[in-house]
């Protein structure tokens, strides 16, 4: 550290000095020529990291107007990549915001893009499946059609403003090529 100031006040500045203690001395003397040295310790305490902060780690684009839920291969390699940084960071959680543009008439639209991107990522479709107890779905207000992935680190919250909480009893994942009815055979 460095001290610096005259007369009777200084100042410690500690900036850039190891953790511990220091020791401070300070010699006066005055116009008489009598003069005193002195000395004090200092413990510098190494501040706290900053909190960890979740970051958004990529997104998802929905153009197709036909499936306008529907997870593309474009959509499944960035999310292949989001499976990957999470099998890394085994502490992290995901939150999935799906986002709808106004102009979109689809109710639930949001949700559902949240919704299908996490049963692409928890269903082992994904070349690393990930536990669906570790992803948390969300439709936000940027009125894009758009899916965003934020990565939550252990200790970390994810803010969630703007965003709501997907009700998964309520959406739920639509398939990209739904069922035809059975066809009745002919006796």
Request: glycine share 8%; hydrophobic share 30%.
């Amino acid at each position: 550290g460095t001290v610096t100031g005259d007369g009777s006040n200084a100042t410690l500045n500690t900036t850039g000095a190891p953790a511990g203690p220091i020791t401070v001395s300070a010699s006066c003397s005055d116009p008489r020529g009598l003069s005193t040295n002195a000395s004090t310790q200092v413990n510098v305490e190494v501040p706290p990291p900053p909190p960890p902060q979740a970051s958004k780690l990529s997104q998802c684009d929905y153009p197709n107007k036909m499936k306008p839920w529907r997870v593309d291969n474009t959509c499944k390699a960035v999310l292949d990549d989001v499976a990957k940084n999470l099998q890394q960071n085994a502490d992290s959680k995901l939150v999935i915001v799906g986002n709808a543009d106004p102009s979109e008439k689809r109710k639930n639209l949001a949700g559902e893009r949240a919704v299908n991107a996490k049963a692409y990522l928890s269903a082992g479709e994904a070349q690393q499946s990930i536990d669906p107890s570790r992803i948390e779905t969300r439709t936000g207000s940027a009125g894009t059609t758009t899916a965003e992935f934020w990565e939550v680190p252990a200790g970390a919250t994810f803010s969630g403003e703007g965003t709501q909480t997907v009700d998964e009893n309520m959406v739920k994942p639509v398939p990209d090529h739904p069922k035809a009815p059975a066809k009745k055979k002919a006796h």
